[in-house]
């Protein structure tokens, strides 16, 4: 999938779309040669790559250096780059620098988390001809505010509140909203409600598609594993054995043989 159109249609057609977040070129080769529909080049980058504690320390030099990587390896797919933390909140001029950086990193649409206060803003990048995607619920780079990475929308008010977001998202213009981790129910509802497609992380299964990020699905860090995980590798301790028989074969003196030696 390339387009925004091909995204969409997905949604029209009864379709699950598959998301996965990436952020370098040879795991964006892998994701290039899956049967993966889109890639997220999500802010997730500063803690899984840079090994920040939240989101807020990302910034658009970072996501356009990753986005420039992973266009570079998954030339096949469609892209959405993430818009960092208050690159929104400057001005119109920041914001749609920080559009321009990614999308000339060879992104072909953006991200940008929550809907109070920019839906002027995220009119004003879709009719400069750029696709945004929403971001509703736990949106993490508010997650000084809302006091840690929690489920929202739990209660009667809250629900409302990020149900009427959704509907504002979609008038001022999105393609689609990512909803993360809010309750099940609520993100069927808001599905139902809305024209565009959903894509679910720690919602439940009625949104139009699901992301995850990569290394969380790869089981890359074995002390992270919240409830809406699922792991289809065993990545660390597969590594782990790697490197520690090429450690084990260096010290005996087993690596390299002459097979794998210049004479
Ligand atoms: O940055 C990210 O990876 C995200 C996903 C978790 C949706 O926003």
Request: avoid cysteine.
């Given at each position: 999938m390339r387009s925004v159109l091909e995204f969409q249609s997905k949604k029209t057609q009864g379709e699950a779309i598959s998301m996965i977040t990436c952020y370098d070129t040879w795991s964006a080769k892998i994701i290039n040669d899956s049967s993966i529909d889109s890639i997220l080049i999500g802010d997730s980058a500063s803690m899984v790559m840079h090994g920040h504690p939240s989101t807020v320390h990302a910034d658009t030099e970072m996501m356009a250096a990753h986005v420039k990587a992973v266009s570079k390896g998954a030339p096949n797919k469609f892209l959405i780059g993430d818009i960092p933390f208050l690159a929104n909140r400057k001005s119109r001029e920041v914001l749609m620098d920080t559009v321009e950086a990614l999308m000339k990193a060879g992104s072909h649409s953006v991200k940008l988390e929550g809907a109070k206060g920019h839906l002027e803003d995220i009119s004003h990048i879709v009719e400069s001809g750029v696709p945004v995607m929403g971001h509703l619920g736990l949106t993490p780079q508010s997650v000084n505010q809302l006091g840690g990475f929690k489920v929202q929308g739990k209660g009667e008010e809250t629900a409302r509140e990020i149900f009427d977001d959704a509907l504002a998202l979609e008038r001022a213009g999105c393609f689609s909203i990512v909803l993360e981790c809010i309750p099940a129910p609520l993100a069927e509802h808001i599905t139902e409600a809305l024209t565009i497609p959903t894509i679910g992380i720690?919602?439940?299964?009625?949104?139009?598609g699901q992301v995850l990020v990569l290394q969380d699905l790869l089981g890359m860090d074995p002390s992270f594993q919240p409830k809406f995980v699922r792991r289809y590798l065993e990545g660390y301790k597969l590594i782990m054995e790697a490197v520690n028989r090429f450690d084990a074969d260096v010290k005996a003196r087993a690596f390299p043989v002459k097979k794998e030696s210049f004479v």
């Open positions: 720690g919602s439940g299964p009625d949104t139009t």
